[in-house]
């Protein structure tokens, strides 16, 4: 198969070619990734994707910037406080790599808003920080066949997995039981970055085929030892009727 190379920035790109491959920037740059959630893990994910060179980067976001995030949430700075995130973040995106598409929706994700959200999104990136709203997505990408690049981070301890539909669990059934929501999150930046560094790797596997995604596979985070550690995930659970049970 011939390879459009006038397609490619080589110069831009040059630092990563030669580990992706001429196909894999390629890849890159026909892939749609949405980011649903612009705080820690979304600022570093949606840069790191930016510098890439993925083709189009849909970024969701209905939350202003506070001064609470700028420890962490370092797509922004002091000047732009109580400025919309996803206005803010798809300008900064765009001046750090403007062959990227960006599209930035202040959308705030439901079951009513999901789809408008989610439109055109070949894989769906988690930087969310609640678990209401990862389950309206968790429901979506299984009735509409998207993979799910899924993280949590808290303080000193993070995890990921990749949700395929029809070839994993869903999340739902990961996470059997509601999880309740911190009254007050606590978190230090390294947590954020090394979580999302995961997150950014796991989709650059699913979008280029290099390496094995995390299928099936829960990775635990530590960063106080440090250790990073891998769980098996059973493939057979019957997901048919646990994510609207727990979203009721």
């Known amino acids: 198969m011939s390879l459009d190379l006038e397609k490619i920035d080589i110069l831009r790109y040059s630092r ?59 797509l922004y700075s002091t000047s732009d406080l109580g400025k919309p995130k996803a206005e803010i973040a798809g300008r ?41 709203t990862r389950l309206v997505i968790d429901e979506y990408i299984w009735e509409h066949g998207i993979p799910y690049v899924h993280a949590a981070a808290d303080t000193y301890y993070g995890q990921v997995t990749v949700i395929v539909p029809g070839k994993t669990t869903c999340l739902a059934c990961i996470t059997p039981k509601p999880i309740p929501e911190p009254g007050c999150r606590a978190i230090v930046a390294p947590t954020v970055g090394i979580v999302a560094s995961i997150e950014v790797m796991e989709t650059l596997k699913l979008i280029t ?40």
């Not at 790191?48 to 995030?69: C, F, P, Q, R, T």
């Not at 299928?215 to 059973?234: A, Q, T």
């Open 92 to 132: 900064k995106l765009s001046d750090l790599n403007p062959l990227v598409e960006v599209e930035a929706r202040n959308i705030k994700v439901t079951r009513d808003t999901v789809g408008e959200a989610l439109k055109g999104a070949d894989i769906v990136v988690d930087g969310l920080d609640d678990w209401k």
């Open 16 to 74: 990563q070619i030669p580990v992706l491959g001429a196909s894999g920037q390629l890849k890159l740059l026909e892939s749609k990734v949405a980011v649903v959630g612009l705080g820690g893990l979304g600022s570093l994910i949606s840069m790191y994707l930016a510098a890439m060179g993925v083709g189009k980067l849909i970024i969701i976001d209905h939350d202003i910037i506070g001064v609470e995030n700028l420890n962490r949430q370092i």
């Open 209 to 248: 085929g290099a390496g094995q995604p995390s299928i099936n596979k829960l990775i635990i985070v530590n960063v106080l030892k440090p250790s990073i550690e891998e769980v098996s995930i059973r493939p057979d659970i019957d997901c048919n009727a646990c994510r609207r049970a727990l979203l009721s």
